[in-house]
Structures are given as structure tokens and as C-alpha cells.
């Protein structure tokens, strides 16, 4: 089959990018008549050039100081968990700042290497896709590296915390010695600790023993999608069906963005992207440009959770099969993530993965089709080691079975909790309930209860509700004041 259109990458250092470059870049894509972009599992842009217009495409990108090249030319893109910090992520040393010092130390130095820098208090961001992965110590400003053998998924913990500012060294060195001939068997052999001990004899850097292993929460996958307030502000995440983002309103965003004063977008590893620090003012613009484009930003939550291979028409195909199965089931997934591999590549990632067998390709009869169903340790997506739970699945089973795990990951948990069972209380008559009035709200039942007020928005304890600001709104879907009806409870 001829090959019409070569995929062109462009890197977002740590999945940043501010408005006024992403625009020079849609203003390019929009002059060769590309009508959408998407982003990857690598916090990257793709952008589908047709061939005869690469070479073109690639010059004007330069002229305009942007670095583009096709998919297996640029370097990896560093990844790394910046978006959820305030959102996802608080109370920890990590900053926005700490964030920028630290790619900026490595942007210039990374040529070969998938390096991740992850805060491990968050689950939105995966930690250890990379192949030199740092995530963040309990101690502040140092941080346990791990590594992962190119072509596998297992991992060596460095016997050793690095100091923020030697991350770059470490770093430049592992790239160094891991493309040395001499150490190749240790790199086939998987043999982190000889790795180890090879370059700790030729590097000084800052360092103290590794006594215990990053602390992570249980995985639970925020919901990333729509309006949502943190502080006084709000932030905006914007999630695609089919991956694509239109050209002409992602130029609108850039725009926006620009006049509103917000310096940066957020790619983020689930293939949406993430505006922060929108001002409550700003609220009707955002809507009217979701509206004229028919934006919908409120996706089901088991449509959310899936971590889908790049570039891979067939792994969608899975997604939306096991999709409608689930919503003509009423499945709950909450606390899941499904994980779709076609091509075998690594590094995996799911609490349940779903992995076409060896062999099969997309010549292959639909029927003959086969798929091998793991689950993670604990159905945590970080922990890497799968277990096998059904093999040789084809594809019209793919959604009872799934089913059955979740079931099973349920299962697990409330053995975990030993939870007791609640005592049973006997309901008061009529005559001794004390009905009160609440407000409710008409588009998504939150309640507004004078009593408690809204203390996140900065309505004291027993306020009336005739005393409510003019601009007083649903603290859930920030429907207006005007939505609340009185209800007796």
C-alpha cells in the first residue's frame, strides 16, 4: 500500500507548551490544508503531513525555530507529571518550579533516552513508561531513579536518591554508557546492578542511600475532563473521541489563551490537553468556542480510562467495542485503567491490559483474531508485573470477560477493607422529623444547604439563600444561582 502521509512530531518538553508557540505550529499545519492534530501517549504533537509535503512542511517549521522531524527521527520527548500539580497533586515539594529547573537541566542534554520526571502523589500521570525514570523522595530535592531496559517491562531501582541538580548528569551518563559496546552485555543481561556499580567508580554526583521505595496512593484516575474549580480559578480539560483535535478551534484556544494571559497548555498522557488558571470571568469565552466547535466535555468516565496504543486504528477498534459493551452492561470501571496493545510494543501500561496475540496482523481474517487479557499486581498500573487472566479471547468476548475482572478487582478491594457491616437503625416516625428547606440543583442535584453554606466558595455557615451573591454558582457544574430549587428535606 502507498504510503500518503508521513506522521511529523514536534516535542513538548514535559508536556508544556505555551499558546503563541502551538499557534505558530497551527498556522503552518493550517497553510498545507491539514484539518486535525493529535497528541500521543508521550505528551507529544503528531501531525499526519502528506508526503509529497514534508520537506516543505519540515522548512517552514525550522524558519519559525520549531522543532519538528518524523515520528523515529527527534529525540523522546521528556515526560512528566507538571500538569497535575495544584489539580491532582498538593502538599508536596514539588513544584512548577522544581518542575521547569529540572527540565530545563535535562532538555538540552536528552538526544536518545524516554526520560520521565514524576511526582509519585498522583495517578494521573503514569511513572515509569520511560527508560530513565525519576519520581520524586519523601526527602526533598531527591529523587529514586528507575530504570527500564529498552524492550522490556522490568525495572531497577538505583541504590541511590540523586540530588536535583546531578539529575543531568546521571542522566547523560546512563545515555553514555548504555550505547558503549563494552556494556551492552550488561544492558542485554538486564543487569542494573553492574550498570550501578560501573558508573558509580567514573561519576560524582550528590546522592544518599535509597532506604525505602516511593510512596504512591491507590490508583484512582481523576476525572480530567470539563470545567472544574481548584482555588479561585478554574481549569479546562479537553478529551477527543477519536483523537483528533481540529485544527481551526485549537487555534481559537491558542488565541484565547494569549488574550486571557495563560502562558501555558498541558499535553497530557491520555491524548487530551489541559488548560489551568481560567478566571471565573473568562468562563463564557471557553464556553461559546466549546460551543461552536460542538466540544463535548463531559465523555463517560469508562470511556476516559484507557491508555491506547499510538497510532493504531486497531486498538481503537478495541476501545469503542468494549465501550459499548460496557454501556449496554452498566459496567462500573471505577479505579480501573485499560490498557490496549496491538503491536506488542512496550512499555505497557493498564491495571487490565488487553494485548493482541503475537502473529496477527491486520491481514489476518477478523475472525482469527485473538487477544490475551492481564491484569497488574493489586490492578495497579505503575506496578508492572502482569499476571495472565484469559488467553486466546476473541474479540466479540472481549467485553464479558472484562466484566469478570472487574469484577474480581472489586472483589479484591472490599476483601481488603474488612469493611463491617453497617448497623441497622430504625427509621424515625413522621412526627419526629424536622423538615428544613435545602436548594437543589436542577441540572445535577447538588445540594445548597444554608446550614453548612459553601465554605470552598467562600459562603460562610448559615447564610440565607436570599443572601447568596448575584454571581453565585453550582459549586459542582457552576450552573447560575437561578438553577437552585427549593426542596423540603
Not at 374 to 381: G, L, V
Request: with cysteine.
Amino acid at each position: 500500500m502507498i504510503k500518503r502521509h508521513q506522521t511529523i512530531v514536534m516535542n513538548f518538553n514535559g508536556g508544556i507548551v505555551s499558546p503563541g508557540y502551538l499557534l505558530n505550529i497551527l498556522d503552518i499545519t493550517e497553510a498545507y490544508q491539514i484539518t486535525d492534530v493529535s497528541f500521543n501517549l508521550r505528551q507529544q504533537l503528531c501531525i499526519e503531513v502528506p508526503v509529497s509535503a514534508v520537506k516543505a512542511f519540515l522548512q517552514d517549521c525550522k524558519k519559525q525555530h520549531i522543532e519538528a522531524a518524523p515520528q523515529k527521527q527527534l529525540s523522546p520527548n521528556i515526560f512528566s507529571s507538571y500538569v497535575s500539580t495544584d489539580i491532582f497533586c498538593e502538599d508536596t515539594w514539588v513544584t512548577e518550579g522544581v518542575y521547569k529547573d529540572v527540565l530545563a537541566l535535562l532538555a538540552p542534554s536528552v538526544r536518545r533516552s524516554k526520560v520521565n520526571i514524576c511526582n509519585p502523589g498522583q495517578s494521573f500521570v503514569p511513572l515509569y513508561t520511560g527508560h530513565i525514570n525519576w519520581i520524586a523522595a519523601a526527602e526533598t530535592h531527591y529523587w529514586h531513579l528507575y530504570l527500564r531496559f529498552p524492550g522490556t517491562d522490568m525495572l531497577y531501582h538505583w541504590p541511590e536518591l540523586v540530588y536535583t541538580n546531578d539529575l543531568a548528569t546521571v542522566t547523560i551518563a546512563l545515555e553514555q554508557q548504555s550505547q558503549k559496546p563494552a556494556n551492552q552485555a550488561l544492558m542485554a543481561a538486564r543487569d542494573g546492578a553492574g550498570l550501578y556499580q560501573k558508573l558509580r567508580k567514573q561519576l560524582e554526583y550528590i546522592a544518599q542511600p535509597a532506604q525505602t521505595t516511593p510512596v504512591t496512593p491507590a490508583f484512582h484516575l481523576p476525572y480530567y475532563e470539563g470545567f472544574n474549580r481548584y482555588g479561585s480559578h478554574y481549569w479546562l480539560g479537553i478529551y477527543r473521541r477519536d483523537e483528533l483535535f481540529p485544527v481551526p478551534f485549537l487555534q481559537e484556544i491558542a488565541r484565547l489563551c494569549l488574550n486571557s494571559r495563560i502562558g501555558e497548555l498541558h499535553a497530557t498522557p491520555w491524548k487530551s490537553i489541559i488548560i489551568k488558571n481560567i478566571q471565573p470571568a473568562q468562563r463564557p469565552q471557553w464556553d461559546s468556542i466549546l460551543g461552536r466547535y460542538r466540544i463535548n466535555v463531559r465523555h463517560a468516565a469508562n470511556e476516559l480510562n484507557w491508555w491506547v496504543e499510538d497510532g493504531n486504528e486497531d486498538a481503537l477498534v478495541v476501545k469503542r467495542h468494549v465501550i459499548r459493551y460496557f454501556d449496554k452492561e452498566d459496567v462500573r470501571t471505577y479505579g480501573l485503567c485499560f490498557g490496549v496493545l496491538i503491536k506488542n510494543a512496550t512499555p505497557a501500561y493498564g491495571s487490565v491490559l488487553i494485548r493482541q496475540k503475537e502473529g496477527q496482523t491486520r491481514m489476518s481474517l477478523k475472525s482469527q483474531v485473538r487477544y490475551d487479557i492481564y491484569y497488574s499486581e493489586d490492578f495497579n498500573p505503575n506496578a508492572g508485573n502482569y499476571i495472565l487472566f484469559r488467553e486466546a479471547v476473541a474479540k466479540d468476548h472481549l467485553g464479558p470477560y472484562l466484566v469478570s475482572i472487574s469484577k474480581l478487582f472489586y472483589e479484591q478491594a472490599a476483601s481488603r477493607q474488612h469493611l463491617p457491616e453497617a448497623a441497622v437503625e430504625t427509621p424515625p416516625s413522621i412526627q419526629e422529623v424536622n423538615r428544613r428547606v435545602v436548594y437543589q440543583c436542577n441540572c445535577c442535584t447538588t445540594i445548597y444547604d444554608p446550614q453548612t453554606g459553601d465554605p470552598q466558595q467562600g459562603i460562610a455557615a448559615h447564610t440565607p439563600f436570599e443572601q447568596l451573591p448575584a454571581d453565585y454558582s453550582c459549586y459542582t457544574c457552576m450552573a447560575p444561582v437561578e438553577q437552585l430549587s427549593e426542596v423540603l428535606v
